[in-house]
């Protein structure tokens, strides 16, 4: 059987009550005739409306968080944790967003820690992985992106990284119009597959690999033909009902 593909909406720091509910309605009814899983990643603070408006409407979208703290609980002021995510019925996480690693300085084995937390807590952790501009440009993509890959693997063993998500976002590429072309893309997510099925063999070969970096409605259809990309990890387009509608049908 082929891999169900994704659509996975990362709201940001991005939102209100009103404009939640009017967006997750349109994505909703999308999401029921769509062949494809649908998931939005919001904002902490309106993940319990979400759940209980999915709920509500028999939403078929899976909601997740867009971080969550290494550590199980304590003295950690403004921090979340996995298990208050499993209390209020989240189901998924983002894990190692290029922003928390650029503007948070998440490293590689804090990263690590936080997908650990995760599956703890019967999560289940994106694990984002990418490379900068000038690590592109340097030739170090898949250097970078294996020691990513490495780091969660050597600590929660490669089996738990290829029963999650992986998402690979070229860093260059997101908010920024760039997108990687889809060939571009196709190599990276070849080679990290490659790269996972040296650790555990065939078991990848289910493991769904996300493109993210400024996918769009124009793009989607192309980038989730290629064979080793699974859907896609949106951002600005998750925001409008249309554009994320027609992501949406692109992965169905």
Same mark, same amino acid.
């Given at each position: 059987?082929?891999r169900i593909?994704?659509?996975? =909406?990362n709201w940001?720091m991005?939102?209100s009550?009103?404009?939640?509910?009017?967006?997750?309605?349109?994505?909703s +009814?999308?999401?029921s005739l769509s062949d494809g899983?649908?998931?939005i990643?919001a904002p902490?603070?309106y993940?319990?409306?979400l759940l209980?408006?999915g +709920?509500?409407l028999k939403?078929s979208?899976v909601? =997740?968080?867009?971080?969550?703290s290494?550590?199980?609980?304590?003295?950690?002021?403004?921090?979340?944790s996995?298990?208050?995510?499993k209390?209020?019925?989240c189901?998924h996480?983002?894990?190692?967003?290029?922003e928390?690693?650029?503007?948070?300085?998440e490293?590689?084995?804090?990263v690590a820690?936080?997908f650990?937390?995760?599956?703890?807590?019967?999560?289940?952790?994106?694990?984002?992985i990418?490379?900068s501009?000038? +690590?592109?440009?340097a =030739?170090?993509t898949l250097?970078?992106v294996?020691?990513?890959?490495d780091?969660?693997?050597?600590?929660?063993g490669?089996?738990?990284?290829?029963?999650?998500?992986?998402?690979y976002?070229?860093?260059?590429a997101? =908010?920024?119009?760039?997108t990687?072309?889809p060939?571009q893309?196709q190599e990276?997510?070849q080679?990290?597959?490659?790269h996972l099925?040296e650790?555990?063999?065939e078991?990848v070969a289910?493991?769904?690999i996300?493109y993210g970096g400024?996918?769009?409605?124009?793009?989607?259809?192309e980038?989730?033909a290629?064979e080793d990309i699974?859907?896609?990890l949106?951002?600005g387009?998750a925001l409008?009902?249309?554009?994320?509608?027609?992501?949406c049908?692109a992965?169905g």
């Open positions: 059987m082929g593909k994704i659509a996975a =909406g940001k991005h939102g009550l009103a404009f939640n509910r009017t967006l997750f309605d349109a994505i +009814q999308t999401a899983e649908v998931m990643f902490t603070v993940l319990d409306s209980n408006r +709920q509500e939403s979208v909601i =997740g968080a867009q971080n969550l290494q550590y199980e609980q304590g003295a950690y002021t403004g921090e979340v996995a298990a208050m995510l209390d209020i019925g189901s996480v983002l894990v190692g967003h290029s928390r690693r650029s503007l948070y300085h490293s590689n084995s804090e820690e936080k650990a937390a995760a599956l703890k807590h019967d999560l289940v952790p994106v694990l984002c990418g490379e501009l000038e +690590q592109r440009e =030739g170090q250097k970078v294996f020691e990513q890959i780091a969660v693997g050597e600590l929660v490669f089996d738990a990284v290829c029963n999650a998500i992986v998402a976002e070229p860093v260059w997101i =908010g920024t119009g760039k990687a072309s060939d893309a990276v997510h080679e990290i597959r490659a099925r650790k555990v063999g078991l289910g493991t769904r996300l400024s996918v769009n409605d124009t793009n989607a259809n980038l989730f290629m699974d859907g896609g949106v951002g387009a409008k009902a249309d554009s994320f509608s027609a992501i049908k992965a």
